[in-house]
């Protein structure tokens, strides 16, 4: 059964700072993986799809990578900004769209 | 561009009472699901349609119902609301079931 965590659960960092949020995952064999920013009260913002082939994806002050044969994937957020405060979740699709619970960002100004 | 748009936004139901929450892809994708989102719970797959005319269970589907006549449209209904039910629901849509997913801004279901 695939299974994904999401470390740290919550995370709070100064403005400008560049930070990395983790996601892991238990089966290796994952067709792809995405990333999401889900804001309070909203609904989720796919920011980066990986497909199993990629090593990672960049998109403005984001980059993704992942590590299929570690189960590992980690979202690099380059200087960061308090618009960047949100939660951010990982998923891989399975039999269904497995989610991790999420990291929480708060980028203090 | 509407991508996936869910109605209503937010709703509030007496136990007992039925409902539709409807969803909609002008994306002509393949694959919609339903899921519903609890602290501390994450995301739960309610039901999924790998097509029209195509549904299947997920993880939670007790007490609702979905059916799939349309490639654009997928309503989930609650046939007799419980406050277990309270809750935020979203809607999904992707070209085939294991591509990138796109989301709805979601319906956030109070039962009293």
């Known amino acids: 059964k695939q299974e994904v965590t999401q470390i740290p659960a919550a995370l709070s960092v100064p403005e400008g700072e560049n930070l990395v949020l983790n996601c892991s995952f238990t089966d290796s064999a994952i067709y792809n993986l995405q990333w999401f920013r889900q804001d309070p009260g909203k609904g989720l913002t796919s920011l980066l799809l990986?497909?199993?082939?990629?090593r990672e994806q960049t998109s403005g002050r984001l980059n993704a990578s992942l590590d299929k044969s570690s189960g590992r994937s980690t979202l690099y957020i380059a200087a960061s900004q308090p618009g960047d405060s949100a939660t951010y979740l990982c998923?891989?699709?399975?039999?269904?769209?497995?989610f991790g619970a999420g990291t929480r960002l708060t980028v203090k100004p | 561009n509407a991508g996936v748009t869910q109605t209503p936004k937010f709703q509030v139901l007496k136990t007992g009472q039925s409902m539709t929450l409807q969803c909609a892809q002008d994306m002509n994708h393949e694959y919609m699901s339903w899921y519903r989102q609890d602290p501390g719970m994450g995301l739960r797959l309610i039901h999924y349609?790998?097509?029209?005319?195509?549904?299947d269970q997920g993880e939670v589907p007790n007490g609702y119902n979905v059916s799939r006549s349309t490639t654009e449209d997928f309503p989930l209904r609650l046939l007799s609301a419980a406050p277990s039910q309270t809750s935020v629901y979203f809607c999904a849509s992707s070209q085939a079931q294991l591509a990138g997913y796109t989301f709805g801004s979601g319906t956030r279901l109070t039962v009293v």
């Open positions: 998923a891989v699709p399975y039999n269904d769209m497995r």
């Open positions: 990986i497909q199993s082939s990629q």
């Open positions: 349609s790998v097509g029209a005319g195509i549904t």
